[in-house]
């Protein structure tokens, strides 16, 4: 087991990931919640967006888009050993959200809920960067900064702070 894994994790029993369409929590987070699963850990997790426009073609309606992307998510999860009433969708549409108070509280709703020791999400600050094999560079989604932002506000300090969303 990694040392840096041992060091972060070990004392630590629930974990909470925010992220802003259906197939963002798989493609950042799936290795480490398999492994969070493997050792008993208690994961979360909270999709911002529900998904429906999350493709280049508009061959299929906004609705079945949604359904089918949100149906993969929750099967993926599934299989890394996520339990389905743990997996929840605010159900934005993309696009269409701000980091404001009223997603915060949306999201600080969860990490109460899950008594979060450890939060995973987006990073809000990246705007443009390399590849992940350096073969070039890409914008960083806007709803990805968005929601990083969110998240970050809303564990700290309106989770300590529970004069906020009482």
């Known amino acids: 087991m990694n040392n840096s894994y041992v060091n972060l994790i070990e004392n630590k029993n ?3 990931f925010v992220t802003a369409h259906p197939d963002d929590v798989i493609v950042f987070f799936a290795g480490l919640i398999y492994k969070l699963r493997q050792d008993n850990k208690n994961v979360a997790v909270v999709t911002v967006t529900n998904g429906a426009r ?15 992307r949100k149906a993969e998510e929750i099967n993926a999860l599934k ?4 339990k389905e ?3 929840h969708c605010l159900e934005h549409n993309d696009g269409e959200f701000e980091s404001n108070y009223e997603l915060i509280g949306e ?6 809920k899950y008594k979060a020791d450890l939060v995973g999400t987006h990073e809000p600050s990246v705007n443009y960067t390399m590849t992940y094999d350096k073969s070039g560079y890409f914008v960083q989604h806007r709803g990805h900064r968005k929601v990083g932002e969110a998240v970050m506000d809303s ?3 309106f989770s ?4 906020f969303f009482p």
């Open 155 to 157: 564990v700290y300090p």
């Open 14 to 16: 629930n974990f909470f």
């Open 85 to 87: 009433e743990n997996i």
């Open 54 to 68: 999350g493709s280049r073609e508009n061959k299929i309606t906004e609705e079945e888009l949604a359904k089918t």
């Open 79 to 82: 299989v890394l050993g996520v």
């Open 107 to 112: 999201i600080l709703k969860y990490i109460r």
């Open 160 to 163: 300590r702070d529970t004069s």
